[in-house]
C-alpha cells in the first residue's frame, strides 16, 4: 500500500535555530513530491519536486529529493515564531486516468521566542 | 482571480445525518479532489472527480460520495454520519496530470454529535 511517512512528527525548537525534516516514501508511479505548510486550515504550497539532488529554496526553506533512497528533507534555517505550523509531504502517484497526492502525518513545529 | 472556495466552514450534523459540501475550485482548473483530515493527521485522500467522473478513490466506504458538475465544481455528499466522520474536509482543485501545485480551500469542518 502506498504510503508516505514524517519524522519527527512533533518538533519544539528556539528562534533562530536550523531545522530538518524528513520524509520517506514508497508509492508505484511517483511522479513528484510535494511540501506543504498548514497553518489553521488551508495548506499552502511551498515545494514541488520532481528530480533527484536539485534543491529548492525559497528564503529561509529548502528542499531536496533523492529518489534512490525515495526521501526528502526540508531545511528550515534561522527560524522564527511565524515558522510555527505543521509541515506536511506529499507524494503525487500518477496513472493515465489520474493522479492522486497521498500525505504524510505531518510534523508539528513549534518556535519559541 | 478567487481561489478554491469551499462552503460552510463550520457545520454540525447528528448521528444517522447525511451532509452535503461544496468546492469551487481556482480558475482554470479542472479537477477536483477531496481530502478527509481527523484531529492530529495528515489529509486522507477520498476521491478525485475530473470530467464529471470519479477517477480514483481512497480507502473510504460508499457512503462517502461526489459529484462534479460542468462548471468543473465539485460537492462531496456523506450519509449515515458516525461519529468518526467529524473532520475537517478539504478540496483541492489542480489541472489533472499537469503535474503542478494542488491549491486547497479552507475547508469545512464537520462536528458528528
Known amino acids: 500500500e502506498d504510503k508516505v511517512v514524517q519524522s519527527p512528527l512533533s518538533l519544539v525548537v528556539h528562534e533562530g535555530d536550523t531545522v530538518t525534516l524528513n520524509c520517506s516514501y514508497e508509492?508505484?508511479?511517483?511522479?513528484?513530491l510535494l511540501w506543504y505548510k498548514q497553518e489553521k486550515k488551508a495548506p499552502t504550497f511551498l515545494f514541488m519536486l520532481?528530480?533527484?539532488?536539485i534543491e529548492k529554496k525559497s528564503g529561509r526553506l529548502s528542499s531536496i529529493l533523492d529518489k534512490k533512497e525515495l526521501f526528502s528533507i526540508l531545511n528550515i534555517t534561522a527560524t522564527q515564531t511565524g515558522d510555527s505550523a505543521i509541515y506536511l509531504c506529499a507524494a503525487r502517484e500518477e496513472k493515465t486516468s489520474y493522479d492522486k497526492v497521498i500525505f504524510g502525518p505531518g510534523t508539528s513545529l513549534s518556535v519559541i521566542p | 482571480d478567487a481561489g478554491v472556495t469551499q462552503s460552510p466552514t463550520h457545520l454540525i450534523k447528528t448521528r444517522g445525518q447525511q451532509v452535503t459540501l461544496r468546492c469551487s475550485p481556482k480558475s482554470g482548473h479542472d479537477t477536483v479532489s477531496w481530502y478527509q483530515q481527523a484531529l492530529g493527521q495528515g489529509p486522507q485522500f477520498i476521491f478525485q472527480y475530473y470530467e464529471e467522473e470519479e477517477r480514483q478513490r481512497g480507502n473510504f466506504p460508499d457512503r462517502f460520495s461526489g459529484h462534479q458538475f460542468p462548471n468543473y465544481s465539485s460537492e462531496l455528499n456523506v450519509n449515515a454520519l458516525l461519529l468518526g466522520d467529524s473532520a475537517l474536509y478539504l478540496c483541492?482543485?489542480?489541472?489533472?496530470?499537469?503535474?503542478?501545485?494542488?491549491?486547497f480551500g479552507q475547508g469545512t469542518r464537520l462536528t458528528v454529535v
Open positions: 508509492v508505484t508511479n511517483f511522479r513528484s
Open positions: 520532481t528530480s533527484s539532488g
Open positions: 483541492a482543485s489542480s489541472l489533472l496530470l499537469m503535474n503542478t501545485e494542488a491549491f
